[in-house]
Structures are given as C-alpha cells and as structure tokens.
C-alpha cells in the first residue's frame, strides 16, 4: 500500500507543477516600449518684423475718454458708501430696516 499512496502523491504534486508553471508562464508581463521621444528644437527663434511706433503716452489717454468716475458717485466719492447703509451683508454698523440683502 505504501508504493501505491506514493504514486499518488506523486502524480497528483506532478500536475499541479505543471499547471502552476503553465500558468505562471501564459500569465507573465509583457514589457512595454516607451513612446520615441521627440527631439527639442534647439535652432534660434526667428522674430517677426514689425514696426514699432514709440510715444510719449498712451493711445486715446485724453479727457474725452470717460475719466472722472471718482468724483460722480464713485466707491470713494459722495455717492460712494453712505454710513449705515448695508448694501450686501457688510459688516459696517447699519440701522434697522436699512439693510439691503445680507443676513437679517
């Protein structure tokens, strides 16, 4: 009997190794190529020919541009914030029933 279990055991280890290394073998890793790396360019730039005008101020920069929003009601002029008006959920100090949005 003793023979007889040996050759079991035997057989049986037997294909189990042969099935671990078919395994170990079909499931193995294929190495990847990196992709081909692209060379810099390392010639000189070529600048565009351009004219360039040179001035002693900017374009349009006169009174008839708009200006003086300071003084119309700006943030910091007379129309600007008034004290005790919250207009947006200010900290600042407000009266009651003045408050415009915000927490109430």
């Known amino acids: 009997m003793k023979n007889q279990n040996d050759l079991i055991i035997s057989i049986v280890c037997g294909v189990l190794a ?52 300071g003084l119309a009601g700006g943030p910091g002029g007379p129309g600007g914030a008034r004290p005790g008006v919250s207009v947006g959920g200010g900290s600042g100090a407000t009266r009651p029933g003045v408050s415009v949005g915000g927490s109430k």
Do not use: D, H, Q
Not at 57 to 63: I, N, P, R, V, Y
């Open 18 to 69: 042969i099935g671990g290394i078919t395994t170990l073998y079909f499931t193995k890793r294929v190495p990847e190529t990196p992709a081909a790396v692209t060379k810099a360019n390392v010639t000189a730039p070529v600048l565009p020919a351009g004219s360039t005008k040179m001035t002693n101020g900017l374009a349009g920069g006169g009174t008839a541009a708009g200006g003086f929003a």
